[in-house]
Nanobody, 123 residues
Framework: AVQLRDSGGGSVQAGGSLKLTCHAS????????IGWYRQRPDSDDIEREL??????????TYADSVKGRFTIFEDHPSNTVYLQMDRLKIEDTAVYFC??????????????WGQGTQVNVSS
């Protein structure tokens, strides 16, 4: 079963805004720390860069490159985590993935990923 489903990417001009959506299954939404990651087209690093994450044990965290421009928030009734991206820059162009880090459990995995959504920012 699909545990995370992300969407909301698109093409915008620099300075514009997009809102990404991550719909999670009930277990993942309640038990796991859900965040947004990205993989830029010019990146040699196969690891995805953490952009922002909600933690069940503390305040949300943001990469320095997006602080003040991106906001992560959740809606409990719909099991959804959003990433509001404002004042987008060309260097924000990437595939964005919703990711969940989950506690040890005999049934559930430690990590889940959405399928990714493309964000293109042009000048």
């Amino acid at each position: 079963a699909v545990q995370l489903r992300d969407s909301g990417g698109g093409s915008v001009q620099a300075g514009g805004s997009l809102k990404l959506t991550c719909h999670a299954s009930g277990y993942v939404f309640i038990e796991c720390d859900i965040g947004w990651y990205r993989q830029r087209p010019d990146s040699d690093d196969i690891e995805r860069e953490l952009v922002s994450r909600l933690s069940r044990r503390g305040p949300p965290t943001y990469a320095d490159s997006v602080k003040g421009r991106f906001t992560i928030f959740e809606d409990h009734p719909s099991n959804t985590v959003y990433l509001q991206m404002d004042r987008l820059k060309i260097e924000d162009t990437a595939v964005y993935f919703c990711g969940a880090d989950c506690p040890d459990d005999p049934v559930w995995k430690k990590k889940y990923w959405g399928q990714g959504t493309q964000v293109n920012v042009s000048s």
